[in-house]
């Protein structure tokens, strides 16, 4: 029987072999209000995902980002699944966009893979250990904060506004001082923390069952980085948005940086 960190890996690896075909075409778009959309390759990408998992898990629930919750109700374990994260880069034909799929076991996410359509790159975990798998090796994750390099995500929503808004990073000395920002507006950069490619990852906003989220947050805590919310609690637990360090030196850093933004505020 396939484990689930494999299907994991194996569902992403079907969603990425959609979004790699459906590039460049002319794509209809759906609009879900706000500015935001989603594309056909969104869903048929999601289509290739779900037709993997319920083929080899049919007890299981999904939730999927453009086709939401499925599955037997009340389900124990739950596949949380984005299948184009990065519409908007996609759409402009830029090729920075990630595959999640992760599973919940209750209270845990126990397996996951973000894959990268355009790198041939799968990042997954069997909930233990984290790996890249490239042209079916596998390599474990080793976080490095060596690059400095932080990414900072700046799309809504700002639940801790005013608080905390992550644009205000840019600008902070200390920030620019220390650490390198970039910003890929893709939870690809959330395992690139785990592989050593990013330093550090921030963002705003509530997380918890995150289909976006899930996947890099398992990842990096298999990896062994630093994850927490924006003011050092446990991540998932209301509005508190997201930490993710390489080292707890850097975590460090950036949650004092952080807290100087709130401080301001008050």
């Given at each position: 029987?396939?484990?689930?960190?494999?299907?994991?890996?194996?569902?992403?690896?079907?969603?990425?072999?959609?979004?790699?075909a459906?590039y460049?075409?002319?794509?209809t778009?759906?609009d879900k209000?706000g500015?935001?959309?989603?594309?056909?390759?969104?869903?048929?990408?999601e289509?290739?995902?779900l037709d993997?998992?319920?083929?080899?898990?049919?007890?299981?629930?999904?939730?999927?980002?453009?086709?939401?919750?499925?599955?037997?109700?009340g389900?124990?374990?739950?596949?949380?699944?984005d299948?184009?994260?990065g519409?908007?880069?996609?759409?402009?034909?830029?090729m920075?966009?990630?595959?999640?799929?992760?599973?919940?076991?209750?209270?845990?996410?126990?397996?996951?893979?973000?894959?990268?359509?355009?790198?041939g790159?799968?990042?997954?975990?069997?909930g233990?250990?984290?790996?890249a798998r490239?042209?079916?090796?596998?390599?474990?994750?080793?976080?490095?904060s060596?690059?400095?390099l932080?990414?900072?995500?700046?799309?809504p929503?700002?639940?801790?506004?005013?608080?905390?808004?992550?644009?205000r990073?840019?600008?902070d000395?200390?920030?620019?001082?220390?650490f390198?920002?970039r910003v890929?507006?893709t939870?690809?950069?959330?395992?690139?923390?785990a592989a050593?490619r990013?330093?550090?990852?921030?963002?705003?906003?509530?997380?918890?069952?995150?289909?976006?989220?899930?996947a890099?947050?398992?990842?990096?805590?298999?990896?062994g980085?630093?994850?927490?919310?924006?003011?050092?609690q446990?991540?998932?637990?209301?509005?508190?948005?997201l930490?993710?360090?390489?080292d707890?030196?850097?975590?460090?850093?950036?949650?004092?940086?952080i807290?100087?933004?709130?401080?301001?505020?008050?």
């Amino acid at each position: 029987m396939t484990t689930d960190g494999e299907l994991a890996l194996t569902a992403a690896q079907a969603g990425a072999a959609v979004v790699r075909a459906m590039y460049g075409t002319s794509l209809t778009r759906f609009d879900k209000g706000g500015d935001d959309f989603a594309t056909a390759a969104d869903v048929e990408a999601e289509k290739a995902i779900l037709d993997v998992l319920r083929g080899a898990r049919p007890y299981d629930g999904v939730v999927g980002e453009e086709s939401g919750r499925t599955g037997p109700h009340g389900a124990e374990r739950v596949w949380l699944v984005d299948p184009l994260c990065g519409t908007l880069n996609y759409a402009a034909r830029s090729m920075l966009v990630a595959v999640n799929v992760a599973l919940r076991a209750g209270s845990e996410v126990t397996a996951a893979a973000s894959a990268d359509p355009f790198a041939g790159e799968v990042f997954w975990t069997d909930g233990v250990d984290a790996y890249a798998r490239r042209d079916g090796e596998d390599q474990r994750l080793t976080p490095s904060s060596g690059s400095r390099l932080v990414d900072v995500n700046l799309d809504p929503p700002f639940p801790n506004a005013p608080d905390f808004r992550a644009a205000r990073l840019l600008a902070d000395a200390g920030f620019a001082g220390r650490f390198r920002p970039r910003v890929v507006s893709t939870t690809l950069a959330v395992a690139w923390v785990a592989a050593g490619r990013r330093a550090a990852y921030v963002t705003d906003g509530h997380l918890r069952d995150s289909v976006h989220f899930a996947a890099g947050i398992a990842l990096c805590r298999a990896a062994g980085c630093v994850v927490t919310g924006l003011h050092g609690q446990p991540p998932h637990t209301g509005a508190g948005g997201l930490v993710v360090a390489a080292d707890r030196e850097t975590h460090a850093a950036l949650l004092e940086i952080i807290g100087r933004q709130a401080s301001r505020e008050r």
